[in-house]
């Protein structure tokens, strides 16, 4: 299950990363948010102890905090990014619009 094969994990700290491996970082840190999500409300959903459902819940939207953060992060880093999830909102907002029409 876990793997800590991230290539930023034997970073020391007299090594500074460029904004570029920061940036990347970043990318994979909010996929890790999300993969946690993912393991977090699977197991939630497969077990019938109350209180484990709960905090595995908790804790899953905890993750969605952090992934919030992290994506705020990238676009602070990263003004191109932005464009780049706007464009994709664009493309949604258009088949919405679409399927409104029909
Ligand atoms: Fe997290």
Redesign the pocket.
Known sequence: MPEFGSPYSTLSSSKKVSKEELIRAIRFFISA?YE?IQLYEEIAEATDDKLAKEVLYDIAN??KV?AGEFLRLLKELDKEEEDFYKEGEKEVEEIIEKLKIK
Do not use: F, L, Q
């Open positions: 948010e946690a905890e993750e952090h």
